[in-house]
């Protein structure tokens, strides 16, 4: 088992390798190393120069690592391909745990049927969760492909709606709100969220009476990938993140439903700093140290990926 999870910069590596450091480790197997991405191994579209040469090296020495990420809204194959181009080195899908891959679990256990999938650009992220293994995935793009007046200021396009909106049916309940990544349409995002959050049963275009007790406890579940309330970009100041979007979400869940000023939507934040996800990736870790050195692994995350 994997006791020791280093999260360090490639310039640590790099200078490891000079003293001999990273070659001991190799035999140490308890030993595994955590790179987050932006401003780690990439600036923007940019390698950090370090990057390639460390990874190669824990390639070369057979050392388990994996990369943690709050970004997301693309399937982890698709993320690693464009990582792996980015720095001209082999990185494989089960090295990698973005925002919402532990969202994985879930589709596996069969625990939710239908699923809300919000944020991400085009149609990206229910593409994401189907390779989870979900099997009805709908996107607010769809439901206002067949309900236009839901968010009469929606910001799609007629080419948005014909080349990525599906039919779905809107009689069918939903079973969970999950957020994958910032909303591109903050404005129809929220409404199609709070109607639900609000209505009966999870059936748009219901509303729920309202409740006498457990007030904070939504229609139906909502779980946000990460909770970044600022993010950095090319601008000079930062931008809102995901973070703002579950306060705004908060905020009109409250008003809605008379909370008090100590009561709080009920709701599920994954992501980095919360514990949650770092235990996830520390048994994705376990499972890549496995298919490294030649054993089965076993479990959600690359039980899955096998299969693919």
């Known amino acids: 088992m994997l006791h020791k999870c280093i999260r360090i910069r490639p310039e640590v590596v790099r200078k490891c390798l000079r003293f001999g450091s990273i070659r001991n480790l190799s035999r140490d197997s308890s030993k595994a190393f955590v790179f987050d991405i932006d401003g780690v191994l990439l600036r923007g579209n940019k390698p950090i120069p370090q990057a390639h040469q460390a990874l190669s090296l824990l390639n070369q020495e057979k050392i388990p690592f994996i990369l943690l990420t ?132 999870g059936v748009i275009g219901t509303l729920r009476e309202p409740p006498q007790t457990a007030r904070t406890r939504p229609a139906i579940p909502i779980v946000f990938s990460n909770n970044d309330y600022l993010w950095a970009n090319d601008y000079n100041l930062p931008r809102f993140g995901q973070g703002a979007f579950r306060m705004m979400v908060e905020r009109l869940y409250a008003e809605t439903n008379v909370l008090s000023h100590s009561e709080t939507l009920q709701l599920t934040i994954l992501g980095k700093p919360f514990k949650i996800q770092y235990d996830y990736a520390h048994w994705v870790l376990i499972e890549w140290n496995k298919i490294l050195h030649g054993h089965k692994a076993h479990g959600f995350h690359a039980a899955t990926q096998q299969g693919a």
């Open 70 to 201: 709050n970004g997301g809204g693309v399937s982890e194959e698709a993320r690693v391909e464009f990582i792996s181009e980015k720095l001209n080195i082999d990185i494989s899908p089960l090295q990698i745990v973005q925002s919402h891959t532990p969202m994985r679990a879930w589709a596996q256990t069969g625990q939710y049927s239908r699923v809300l999938v919000v944020g991400g650009a085009q149609d990206k992220a229910r593409h994401a969760a189907i390779n989870y293994g979900y099997k009805d995935v709908v996107i607010p793009m769809d439901i206002v492909r067949q309900t236009p007046s839901i968010a009469p200021h929606h910001q799609y396009t007629e080419h948005d709606l014909k080349k990525y909106a599906q039919d779905v049916d809107l009689s069918k309940k939903f079973d969970v709100v999950l957020v994958f990544n910032d909303p591109r349409d903050m404005g129809t995002d929220i409404q199609i969220v709070s109607d639900l959050l609000n209505s009966e049963n």
